[in-house]
């Protein structure tokens, strides 16, 4: 079975520093996607970004940016320029693909990240 | 476009009660996804609705939980007889069927907080 580990319960940076959150999951599979989703407080969790294992390129959403190293198993969300806004509780999250028939996500435990005026 | 719903936000009951919590999902998604989670720890899959159908139910915890779809639009949860242990997030989400991997995203609702007494 599929694993995420995410090992930082909660972190706090400066606005408009940049900030590493860290996951690592555990898979016998090749072929899977990788996800951060953020819960800001009250509020809907939504996707930040994505990431496709079959490609090499880490992938990139404005001031969101991925390391993903598949053969480490590591996937890490960098947030840049840090702003109010992304206080929130961040989810790493692993699937299969689709056609593997199994669509679940598997979630780690969440970093709860709070910037700082 | 309207988001995922989910009714009630909160719900506060006593051990041994029934509760039935409701998802609405996004018009026209086929998926709906359940999912739980229990203070501090990680949000974790229940089960797996296509259309009307249960595609996987490898989460559920006991069967106290009910699940149904009638129709293939909105579904309902329900704990019946509820036990302290069943107090947690509910997480409702919805996505497209997807077609060579794509449109995988899903969207979760705000949630419900159950509390049982």
């Known amino acids: 079975a599929q694993t995420v580990t995410q090992s930082q319960p909660e972190m706090s940076v400066q606005e408009a520093e940049t900030v590493t959150l860290s996951c690592t999951y555990d898979?016998?599979?090749?072929?899977?996607?990788l996800f951060w989703y953020k819960q800001p407080p009250s509020r809907q969790m939504i996707l930040v970004i994505r990431?496709?294992?079959?490609?090499?390129q880490n992938a990139t959403e404005n001031r969101f940016s991925v390391n993903f190293q598949k053969a480490a198993k590591s996937f890490s969300l960098k947030i840049s320029d840090s702003q109010l806004g992304d206080t929130a509780m961040y989810f790493c999250?692993?699937?299969?693909?689709?056609?593997?028939?199994?669509?679940?996500?598997?979630f780690g435990t969440g970093t709860r990240l709070t910037i700082i005026p | 476009e309207a988001g995922v719903t989910q009714f009630p936000s909160h719900s506060v009951i006593e051990k041994g009660q029934t509760v039935t919590l409701r998802c609405d999902p996004i018009?026209?998604?086929?998926?709906l996804y359940w999912y739980r989670r229990v203070m501090g720890k990680e949000i974790k899959f229940l089960l797996h609705?296509?259309?009307?159908?249960?595609?996987?139910e490898s989460g559920m915890p006991n069967n106290r939980f009910l699940a149904e779809r009638t129709g293939g639009t909105y579904s309902t949860l329900k704990v019946q007889p509820a036990e302290l242990e069943d107090s947690g997030v509910y997480f409702c989400?919805?996505?497209?069927?997807?077609?060579?991997?794509?449109?995988?995203?899903?969207?979760f609702g705000p949630g419900t907080r159950l509390t049982v007494l």
């Open positions: 609705f296509v259309k009307e159908s249960k595609q996987d």
């Open positions: 999250a692993f699937m299969n693909p689709p056609n593997f028939g199994n669509e679940k996500l598997t």
């Open positions: 898979t016998s599979e090749n072929n899977y996607y």
């Open positions: 989400a919805s996505s497209p069927l997807s077609s060579g991997g794509a449109r995988n995203e899903q969207f």
């Open positions: 018009s026209g998604h086929d998926n």
């Open positions: 990431q496709e294992a079959y490609k090499q």
